[in-house]
T-cell receptor, first 114, second 113 residues
Framework: NAGVTQTPKFQVLKTGQSMTLQCAQDMNHEYMSWYRQDPGMGLRLIHYSVGAGITDQGEVPNGYNVSRSTTEDFPLRLLSAAPSQTSVYFC?????????????FGPGTRLTVL | LAKTTQPISMDSYEGQEVNITCSHNNIATNDYITWYQQFPSQGPRFIIQGYKTKVTNEVASLFIPADRKSSTLSLPRVSLSDTAVYYCLVGPYSGGGADGLTFGKGTHLIIQP
């Protein structure tokens, strides 16, 4: 199993550009989430999904969209990038029925918005 | 979710046992205690989880007193590679619903030679 994979690893955008961060998992996990981590901070939940076709907002959803058309993929879209979205983004997945906290994280995408 | 408090940073030396304590005074009856480890430029990694008393795996031990208002992560005989940020999380065992994990700032553990 590759686990949770994320692409790209690094990305630089200009203010106002849009892009999609990709996340995929091959563990057949029902639950997937996106977090952002800013320097010296913990992780903050952006959006999550409890299954294909179902998504919901987390703590900091503004400026981001998600969709879940398949169990495996959970892309995160930045509609119009802003410097405040400069951060490291982590995708995570877990089994339904597992404890809330037993998640598997991807390696992260480091995004810089100029 | 119950709020947690843990030290911002700790130092130790190779070969020592390191204990990181987390306070969670408002822990609920159905809450579990989970610890994650994060190395620089990597995503967090699950270390250990427990509900009460003591849990041990190949990586660490977790001690939880009877009142469950705190917990201690114990790392035996640390090495330089244990330098990382350690997060304590408290939340319910859940088969569904919101995936509302709250990561605090964690404890930055620095191991010296």
């Amino acid at each position: 199993n590759a686990g949770v994979t994320q692409t790209p690893k690094f990305q630089v955008l200009k203010t106002g550009q849009s892009m999609t961060l990709q996340c995929a998992q091959d563990m057949n996990h029902e639950y997937m989430s996106w977090y952002r981590q800013d320097p010296g901070m913990g992780l903050r939940l952006i959006h999550y999904s409890v299954g294909a076709g179902i998504t919901d907002q987390g703590e900091v959803p503004n400026g981001y969209n998600v969709s879940r058309s398949t169990t495996e993929d959970f892309p995160l879209r930045l509609l119009s990038a802003a410097p405040s979205q400069t951060s490291v983004y982590f995708c995570a997945s877990r089994r339904a029925g597992a404890s809330t906290d037993t998640q598997y994280f991807g390696p992260g995408t480091r995004l810089t918005v100029l | 979710l119950a709020k947690t408090t843990q030290p911002i940073s700790m130092d130790s030396y190779e070969g020592q046992e390191v204990n990181i304590t987390c306070s969670h005074n408002n822990i609920a009856t159905n809450d579990y205690i989970t610890w994650y480890q994060q190395f620089p430029s990597q995503g967090p990694r699950f270390i250990i989880q427990g509900y009460k008393t003591k849990v041990t795996n190949e990586v660490a031990s977790l001690f939880i007193p009877a009142d469950r208002k705190s917990s201690t992560l114990s790392l035996p005989r640390v090495s330089l590679s244990d330098t990382a940020v350690y997060y304590c999380l408290v939340g319910p065992y859940s088969g569904g619903g919101a995936d509302g994990l709250t990561f605090g700032k964690g404890t930055h553990l620095i191991i010296q030679p």
